[in-house]
């Protein structure tokens, strides 16, 4: 019985020896490898973060900048100067003065050359209803004279259905005058 308990005893102190000394000793060689190569790539990392902030802002904004100089190759911020006096303008003021005038320009011509192409299809469309309106004008002073024409026709056919009930009731009444 001491044996198993010793063996038991022995087991114990093997299990507790890995689960509290080995393995939080693997956890930081694991959390180590990890940060070395995270360390290594952290410069590379930064400064594509900062290409893409870079790039997403010059798209966003970089209307806003002058005309490019080879001079001046960065973004430029419109902050107020903390010194400047509060009755001269701030440069952004002026800018943002320039783009309202210049949206505004844009937003005129876009409205005119919309009106002048809508005004332009209602002409071909007023045209071409025009046209099919006198065809169809055209197809009714026809039917008409078509109509005028049956008509007369008809007229001249009870014309003559009368003429010939007249001249049967005259000689009807020339024979019985004879008799």
């Given at each position: 019985m001491l044996e198993s308990h010793l063996m038991l005893y022995s087991i114990?102190?093997?299990t507790t020896f890995i689960v509290t000394i080995a393995m939080p000793n693997l956890l930081v060689a694991v959390?180590?490898?990890?940060y070395a190569r995270v360390s290594e790539t952290m410069a590379a990392t930064l400064a594509q973060a900062r290409a893409r902030r870079i790039?997403?802002?010059?798209?966003?904004?970089?209307?806003l900048r002058p005309t490019m100089d080879s001079s001046r190759e960065f973004l430029m911020w419109l902050n107020p100067d903390a010194q400047t006096d509060a009755k001269e303008t701030w440069q952004g003021q002026a800018q943002l003065a320039d783009l309202t005038s210049r949206m505004q320009a844009l937003i005129e011509q876009s409205s005119n050359d919309m009106l002048e192409n809508l005004n332009s299809t209602i002409g071909r469309e007023a045209a071409s209803t025009n046209s099919r309106l006198e065809g169809v004008e055209a197809q009714v002073e026809q039917s008409l004279s078509?109509?005028?024409?049956?008509?007369?026709?008809?007229e001249l056919t009870e014309s003559l259905g009368l003429l010939r009930r007249i001249n049967s009731?005259?000689?009807q009444y020339g024979s019985e005058s004879s008799l």
């Open positions: 114990f102190l093997l959390i180590s490898d990890t790039v997403e802002l010059e798209t966003t904004y970089g209307f078509m109509l005028k024409r049956l008509v007369s026709s008809q009731s005259l000689s």
